[in-house]
């Protein structure tokens, strides 16, 4: 099954709980980053659970051991299912993110490459093959890997195996639902449901994606 996550990219609670409300029939999680939370505070994540819907926290947590380790540690305790952490600073800090995710229950995900055109600059030559190695030595849940690219997809695929792949880049960003759809374990879409005049008409539009 391919999963349609809402990356609910507000900057007001209200709006985040109206359209999350709109949508939940259709989508299957939400994730959740630093726009929303910075203006609502971590406890937005508490008023979202009314959904019923899993919730990632897209941090893309990029710090020491023990930062980590703390930023981990708060999200979950908010309520979320997931955790998004970045790969690059090294084992040990991605570790931190994983452990504090299985102990409360919940997952982790290595962003392995990012969707927007800049992302090749840096996670090309190598390093997201490496990124996505390291997700499934340190037993991380899976990896995020760009709709923007399905080659690149295919690619990190071989290396993860069944892991789960979630990727962004759809709609708005290019990314072809239909061509990621059973390639990934759940497509994220943004602007294209969030900004529509009719958040839940433009969710159920990706239904037929939903494997």
């Known amino acids: 099954m391919t999963l ?20 939940a029939p259709y989508i299957d999680a939400i994730k959740i980053g630093y726009p929303l939370v910075l203006s609502s ?15 990632i926290a897209d941090f893309k947590v990029a710090d020491i051991p023990n930062t ?3 930023i981990a540690e708060q999200v979950f305790s908010c309520g979320f299912s997931a955790l998004i952490c970045h790969g690059f600073p090294g084992s040990d800090s991605a570790e931190a993110c994983i452990e504090s995710a299985h102990d ?3 997952e982790c995900y290595l962003v ?6 800049g992302a090749e600059e840096f996670f090309h030559g190598g390093v997201a093959e490496k990124i996505a190695d390291l997700a ?11 709709a923007t690219r399905p080659a690149r997809v295919r690619l990190l695929r071989e290396i993860v195996g069944t892991k789960k792949i979630y990727s962004p880049g759809i709609g708005t960003q290019g990314g072809d639902a239909a061509i990621m759809a059973g390639l990934v374990d759940g497509i994220i879409v ?11 008409s433009a969710a159920a539009e990706f239904n037929p994606f939903r494997l």
């Open 4 to 23: 349609l996550i809402l990356s609910l990219d507000v900057t007001e609670s209200d709006d985040a709980i109206r359209i999350a409300s709109q949508c």
């Open 41 to 55: 505070g971590l406890t937005v994540a508490r008023d979202l659970a009314a959904t019923g819907l899993p919730l």
């Open 68 to 70: 980590n380790h703390l």
């Open 104 to 106: 409360h229950g919940g």
């Open 112 to 117: 392995a490459e990012m969707s927007h055109p």
């Open 136 to 146: 499934v030595r340190l037993g991380a849940d899976g990896i995020i890997a760009p």
């Open 190 to 200: 943004g602007r294209q449901i969030y900004l529509s005049p009719d958040p839940a």
